[in-house]
């Protein structure tokens, strides 16, 4: 049941041969891509380009799937019912997310059971941000302001990306990530100018957030495997370092207002370049994680797949509800 | 301040309302993240959310009624177990799918007959909350009676499930209609129609759709359990309190 593609034979076919991939064919892809055309999910492409995006959307799809865990970890004990409300719309809209995400993967011929069970299996990855855990209600505002807020700047370039089904997905995705960095700010303004047991539970969290919410934009352009051929691919505007720069440049104010402080040394403003120096990055805790899973990644996997395992009797419901009912429908026929 | 018990009838029931909204919202949280499909998880954490904001709007007027506590969450999420008012249904666990779904089927197919009642009353303003929210109930029954019939329809696990939530939850159902002396002196004022003459009609509903989903029947079961709206609760509610009430408890009169 997960080997389904979902292409017609007709379009395997016609893919197939541009899985050949002669040069002729790699360039006038790359012509189409560099005219700045929108690549749509019936067009010939590359079979390496297709299966980038796969793997690219599919990943950001189980990213938001995996993200409801740490955020839902504080849905019943969240501290009022204005704060619980928010709370499950923002998680909802992540679960929304999932599925646009997947939909939009969907439209290069893998099917979303196929990609989930490479999720399950361990196969393919989830932001290495979801591994760390949120053992604070503080937590939620830093993930709402810093996770989100990472979100944001590697996903607005992906708004214009060279796929099309992916790039308008991204539109919305955008919009209430927006919206979600502002109600993380927010808990945490609240929380820097409640009291100082509140502010000291807020800056606890900003020192365990900071360095795997900077995580989030990848290895730095020396190590990154992806970057180079996504870039001419148009998949990919920015490198990971230069992302990264630009939500630590946007940030550091943002901490400074509520007086709260980045756990980072090194941090200083550089008047030449016009933008933070900052500090190494813990690239070898950054690898531990993308690897075994870091604090909380075999939890995240595990709740997951029980969920799915204790779904399989609902589905095997549904699929043999919806057999009879169609049988007799028939047969009333 | 310290938490009031209501005086009035009408605030006493309207925190009823509340509290059942509150505590069935607060199972269905629990299931964020963990539904059996991903669809599904969208459904149950929306319902979650109808449900809190019900219980939202509901304390809101009840604390304009009455002084009862400093602000809404004080008084949502402070009170002692036995200040919650709330029917033993709602804080019923878990259990599996077949469970989540016979409790909000009943819950909801009993809180439409019970907020219809209310869009005549003589109070305007639980009069719009129920119109509102009559709304989000029809969507919830939509739902739950489809998955009803897939689930009591489906296979022979799916419908020995629902036999087992049947078994578990039906004895619930009494407590919903009862008509105690807070409801009775709503119907003399005006707040309220007499939704408990509803009763039989609701159960026949009830077996309409039984019949629908592969014919399961209702338990032969020895007797209705209540006590919920007395506040004498089960093993199950203090156990959502104490997750639910954590953060107000540790850091009392702090603003989040």
């Given amino acids: 049941m997960y080997s389904t593609d979902l292409r017609t034979d007709t379009e395997k076919k016609a893919q197939a041969v541009t899985a050949s991939e002669d040069a002729a064919l790699w360039e006038a892809f790359q012509k189409r891509i560099d005219a700045g055309d929108i690549i749509e999910a019936k067009d010939a492409m590359p079979e390496k380009y297709r299966a980038t995006l796969v793997r690219q959307i599919s990943q950001h799809a189980h990213s938001e799937i995996v993200g409801m865990l740490p955020e839902g970890n504080w849905v019943t004990r969240a501290p009022s019912l204005k704060r619980k409300l928010i709370l499950l719309a923002k998680i909802q809209d992540e679960a929304g997310h999932g599925l646009y995400l997947y939909s939009a993967a969907e439209t290069l011929g893998r099917s979303r059971d196929d990609m989930v069970a490479d999720l399950l299996s361990g196969k393919a990855k989830f932001s290495t941000i979801f591994t760390y855990p949120t053992p604070t209600w503080a937590d939620i505002g830093t993930v709402g302001w810093l996770v989100d807020g990472a979100a944001i700047v590697n996903q607005i370039p992906l708004c214009r990306c060279s796929y099309g089904p992916y790039a308008r997905a991204m539109v919305r995705v955008c919009k209430e990530e927006s919206f979600h960095q502002r109600q993380g700010y927010e808990i945490v303004t609240t929380m820097a100018r409640g009291a100082p047991e509140q502010k000291a539970m807020a800056q606890e969290s900003l020192n365990r957030m900071w360095w795997p919410s900077l995580m989030m934009f990848g290895p730095s352009d020396a190590a990154s495997l992806h970057s180079s051929q996504n870039m001419k691919w148009n998949i990919k505007r920015h490198s990971n370092d230069v992302l990264r720069q630009r939500f630590i440049d946007a940030t550091v104010p943002q901490a400074e207002i509520l007086g709260l402080t980045i756990p980072d040394p090194d941090l200083v403003w550089n008047k030449e370049r016009e933008a933070y120096d900052f500090g190494e990055i813990n690239w070898d805790e950054f690898w531990a994680v993308l690897k075994d899973g870091g604090q909380c990644g075999k939890s995240r996997l595990r709740a997951r797949r029980a969920a799915h395992d204790n779904g399989t009797w609902v589905r095997e419901a549904a699929g043999a509800y919806a057999k009879k009912h169609k049988t007799r429908v028939g047969k009333a026929a | ?256």
């Avoid at chain 2, 959310?49 to 304009?64: K, R, T």
């Avoid at chain 2, 949502?76 to 799918?97: E, G, I, K, M």
């Avoid at chain 2, 007499?194 to 026949?204: A, G, I, M, R, V």
Wanted: hydrophobic share 40%; glycine share 6%; charged share 20%.
């Fill in chain 2, 1 to 256: 301040m310290a938490i009031h018990i209501p005086n009035k009838p009408e605030t006493a029931y309207i925190v009823r309302l509340a509290d059942n909204a509150l505590i069935l919202g607060q199972r269905l949280s629990e299931m964020c993240g963990h539904a059996p499909e991903m669809e599904l998880d969208i459904a149950l954490t929306n319902f979650a959310l109808d449900l809190i904001g019900q219980a939202n709007l509901l304390y809101e007027h009840a604390l304009n009624l009455e002084t009862l506590a400093s602000n809404v969450d004080e008084f949502a999420l402070t009170r002692s177990l036995d200040d919650y008012h709330n029917c033993l249904l709602v804080a019923q666990p878990n259990v599996d799918f077949a469970h989540i779904i016979v409790r909000q089927y009943f819950f909801s197919t009993f809180q439409k007959t019970q907020y219809e009642a209310l869009l005549g009353s003589n109070d305007k303003t639980l009069a719009a909350i129920a119109e509102k929210s009559l709304k989000e109930i029809a969507y919830q029954i939509r739902l739950a009676h489809g998955w009803m019939l897939r689930l009591g329809d489906g296979t022979e696990e799916s419908r020995a499930r629902m036999v087992d939530a049947l078994d578990c939850l039906w004895r619930y159902t009494g407590e919903l209609f009862e008509k105690d002396s807070t409801l009775s002196a709503l119907i003399k004022s005006g707040a309220s129609a007499d939704f408990t003459l509803e009763y039989k009609n609701w159960q026949s509903e009830m077996m309409k759709t039984f019949s629908q989903a592969g014919d399961l029947q209702a338990p032969d079961i020895l007797q209705m359990l209540s006590g919920g709206h007395d506040g004498q609760h089960d093993e199950n509610l203090g156990h959502i309190l104490k997750g639910m009430q954590y953060m107000q408890l540790k850091y009392p009169g702090l603003q989040w």
